[in-house]
């Protein structure tokens, strides 16, 4: 290709002392076209290659460099009206407009996550429907106003309901799994006969920058996808890595992402240059040719540059060399793109300053619209989107049983249906109430480590494998963040995800996968993207002969606190059954992302008491019983003399221990299963206190921002701090090995002696 004039580095450098970046970048585009010298080619045909042998044709090129237009006009406009209070977000997307290349040459029905770079890819997306206006909407998201139509005003994102765009938010790398997860959800559909809201031959994007390609998230990403290829399991993903060299202020050392990802097996490596779209073209082509066709993980490098730093806060001329930042704004990708715009002659002098002009006038135009616009004023519309709940909609789906024809052949015959078998305990309703969902939703898919053949390390999934076969209950690779990034793509893609997670303590180090991902979706795209999902999690203490804290971690805390989510533990196998059908139905019908707490130790526990007594075994319910949402269980609804507030492992010893407190005191005790954790039904526990003599609360957890405080908060802001009351509760502490472990978390003596305390 002829070689295209570029400015020269001292000429630039000369003339810009005392501009911000934003401005000299912008001037350089303009003395740039005016000064330009080049000879200017005929114009071109619409099809015809814009520069001689290349693959990006006239057509093509006009519409990508209008989009690199848009986005550029997007970021300094935003720089402008920052500091008028106009515009909150200045992370812009100058150096990254090659990004245009990806949306032209893909399909707006191909879910993308994008880096927030990514605004070149936006404005090219938009024009893939007819009657969107990528100009507008992205004023209104970069104003905060309740009208952008991706996050309501939630957060500057790049977003579309129409366009198949996720709004992503802050946490670099977050997306990647769940991108995976899309893209093996798009394939996994066809196997369990679930039909798709996108073409089948759909691909997943994912674009993100050089250094957040370093994050474990990324890399577990991007393991995960290796192993499925490798297992010649499709896996249409492409991954774009946007390479501009740096992060925030640290420099990916030259070569470092081809050197990490040119030679990886299971991940088919593409290069592109990114500041050329001329050049550029071919290499994105080829990449989303072969991720379609193939079905196979791919890496796309695509070569971008960073202009006018990392955000509108960050001075570079503060820590970099002037000499350095004049031979970055000189390799600005629309630089490249006007050049090759006036040798091509699509584009005089006159005409491209126009239309630069023309795009800058209509930025602010917007953004002036967008400021006049409504913003969240009202607490309640903010929250709107966070946790939405039909409480009737919900009941009605929770008690819809299945198919009783399917349900029969299933678990055996009509006479082996679970509730006209003799009481059981809570693993093996836990095992009928999943099998019961199985039969109920087509598209529920059970996965995690050692679930399927094996049935889970404690059996409570044995069975589902070989009743619903592999395509539906599968074992995962070891990986807590794949899990729930696969749950997530799941969801996105309309089935209902059940993942496991083993243990408790091992939830939290994939923690953001639900904590800043799957429990915010709603929110940030104001409730119109959503993905339900129950997350099953195996924990607490007591487990007798096995252990240490690891298998007996008894936090809740992490749970606790995430917006949104709902968090259910129950203590005896019928309230198991009738909850997960309330939690599938919340998922169904609300979107809801909640957490099922399964406490081992009550796994196999069937007497109460004493041993043999069988007490602790219910009957299965009925399949159109459901527990509504926030409900308790009590237990002597009309003992006043002292009421125990528990969950878990505590409704057992809390009943044993009144036994045992009616014995010495001769009080009459209630117990209140609270079994919904999160959240915490305040207005239920005040109502059970209200008639309360004394109070206990027997929190399991750990002393610290654990479920009692939020218990013993709701009595006190209800007005009833004057009853007596005392707390007995976990340790802050690790749990040890064996019986050492009595020593951190209550049990019935400690209730028992707290009790007396209050005599
Ligand atoms: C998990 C996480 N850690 C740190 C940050 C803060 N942070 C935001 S962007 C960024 C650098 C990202 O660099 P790169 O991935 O190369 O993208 P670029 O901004 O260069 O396009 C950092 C450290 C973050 N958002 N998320
Ligand atoms: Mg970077």
Known sequence: MAALPTPSVPAIAARHRGLNRAEICDQNFVEFVRDWQGEAAERPQPQAPVLPGGACRAADFVELFESQLISRHLDLMARVLRVRNKVFYTIGSSGHEGNALVARLTRHTDPAFLHYRSGAFMAERFRKLPGLDPIMDSALSFAASQDDPASGGRHKVWGSKPLWVLPQTSTIASHLPKALGTAIAIEQARRIGHTLPVPSDSIAICSFGDASSNHATAQTAFNAAAWTAYQKLPAPVLFVCEDNGIGISVKTPDGWIARNFAERRDLDYFYADGLDLAEGYAGVERAVE??????????????????????????????????????????????????????????????????YEDIRARCFAAAEEADRRPKLTALADVIAPLAPYSPEAVAAEAARSADEARRAAVFGGADKLPERLPPRHLAIQINQALHDLFCKYPDALLFGEDVAQKGGV?????????????ARVFNTLLDETTILGLAQGYATMGMLPLPEIQYLAYFHNACDQIRGEAASLQFFSNGQYRNPMVVRIAGLGYQKGFGGHFHNDNSITALRDIPGL???????????????????????????????????????????????????????PAPDQAMALGEGRVYAPEAEDLVIFTYGNGVPMSLRAAREIQARHGWQVRVVDLRWLVPLNEAYVAEQARSARRILVVDEGRHSAGVGEGVITAI????????????????????????????????????????????
């Open 566 to 620: 709902v968090v259910g533990c129950p203590s005896r196998g019928d309230d198991a059954a009738t909850m997960l059908r309330t939690l599938a139905a919340l998922a169904r019908v609300d979107g809801r992302v909640s957490v099922f707490l399964e406490p081992i130790a009550l796994y196999m526990t069937k007497d109460l008491h004493e041993a043999g007594d069988g007490q602790w075994l219910f009957p299965y």
């Open 290 to 355: 072969h991720c379609r066709r193939t079905r196979r993980p791919t890496f796309l490098h695509l070569r971008t540059t960073r202009i006018m730093g990392h955000a509108g806060t960050d001075f570079e001329i503060e820590w970099r060399s002037v000499e350095e930042l004049v031979q970055v704004e000189a390799g600005d990708p629309l630089l490249r793109s006007a050049a090759i715009a006036l040798a091509s002659g699509l584009y005089t002098r006159e005409s491209l300053l126009a239309l």
């Open 716 to 759: 006190v802001e209800a007005g009833l701090g004057a009853v007596p009351l005392r707390r007995v509760v976990g340790v802050d502490t690790y749990t040890p090995l064996a019986g050492a472990a009595l020593l951190v978390l209550p049990g019935d003596a400690d209730i028992v002696a707290a009790a007396d305390t209050l005599a």
């Open 458 to 470: 404690y059996t409570v999934t044995k069975g589902l494998h070989k009743a619903f076969k592999g």
